[in-house]
């Protein structure tokens, strides 16, 4: 509880409380103990706190068994579940289930041993990935990219897990994204997204704007959102190329539609305010630069 009122920051999920959970079970325990024993004389009370202690194990009993390598991610049900708990705390923060998606890979015989063509899967869990791909020999190429950079990468298919994603972006059901064709579930909520890349759009067009070529770059972007039309990283960035060509109400457009998909995306959020200096409208590129540094306190660009 004080936990909780403090507002602590904790770390790959709860496992900073396992320590005291440990003492809260065993006082928990002797609660029902004490009870059984100091109540003992009334012939319901023995059936009755042992069929109460029944039903509050029943829902994590039924969760262990319909999630058997997941089983940690368990929400109680007063939070909604796993489903209530998306978006708002991070589910499967050791990444397990890379394995189950690596095994769908498999089960549809995009890889397997032994295979000729090379296909690079990409993923925000890099160490798992690199572990669990070993066995297919050189060609299955893993590359770790962060989610929001994943078109740094030039891959095939992507294993995304919905670790280190803005919750914002997650409870506006942008994620799993749209080029998503299969998902590892827990009680029919997704924990790891698999996405096939849906062309090269996208990464010529990230690298024309990092080289500065915007009105190369704009053409490829606006392919990319056709794929993908909740692409926030290619509608940012066709807003910033749109920035730098003079087109300023294009640029608009692109930021509005980047905030429909990724209500605090941080570089919009910047953009926004380069936006309305490109305008020489100061006072809403203050309040823009105001809004993206209280996103995250430690922004240059925004102080900048």
Not at 67 to 81: A, M, T
Not at 251 to 273: M, S
Not at 279 to 301: G, H, S, T, V, Y
Request: charge should be negative.
């Amino acid at each position: 509880m004080y936990v909780i009122y403090q507002g602590s920051t904790l770390y790959d999920g709860w496992r900073h409380m396992i320590f005291p959970y440990t003492s809260g079970a065993v006082l928990a325990s002797m609660g029902i103990i004490h009870l059984y024993r100091r109540f003992s004389s009334v012939s319901w009370i023995k059936p009755a706190v042992l069929g109460l202690v029944g039903i509050m194990a029943l829902d994590p009993l039924i969760f262990i068994v319909r999630n058997p390598f997941l089983c940690y991610i368990y929400f109680s049900p007063v939070q909604g579940g796993v489903a209530g708990a998306l978006g708002h705390y991070e589910t499967d923060y050791w990444g397990n289930s890379v394995k189950q998606g690596i095994e769908w890979l498999e089960d549809q015989g995009i890889i397997h041993e032994g295979m000729q063509n090379e296909v690079t899967i990409a993923s925000n869990f890099g160490y798992q990935l690199d572990k669990y791909l070993t066995r297919f020999g050189n060609k299955v190429k893993p590359v770790y990219v962060r989610y929001r950079q994943r078109h740094d990468a030039d891959w095939d298919y992507g294993l995304f897990q919905s670790r280190f994603i803005d919750g914002s972006y997650i409870r506006q059901g942008s994620w799993p994204p749209v080029p998503t064709v299969h998902t590892i579930d827990v009680n029919s909520t997704p924990v790891l997204a698999i996405v096939k890349s849906p062309g090269k759009a996208a990464f010529a067009g990230i690298n024309a704007q990092k080289q500065n070529q915007f009105a190369e770059a704009i053409p490829l972007l606006e392919e990319a959102i056709k794929q993908d039309p909740g692409d926030e990283i290619a509608l940012s960035t066709l807003a910033f190329c749109f920035i730098n060509t003079g087109q300023t109400d294009l640029a608009k457009t692109a930021l509005d539609n980047t905030f429909k998909v990724d209500p605090e995306n941080l570089t919009a959020a910047n953009y926004l305010g380069l936006y309305h200096i490109n305008r020489n409208e100061i006072e809403p590129a203050i309040r823009a630069f105001e809004r993206a540094a209280e996103l995250q306190e430690n922004n240059f660009f925004a102080y900048y």
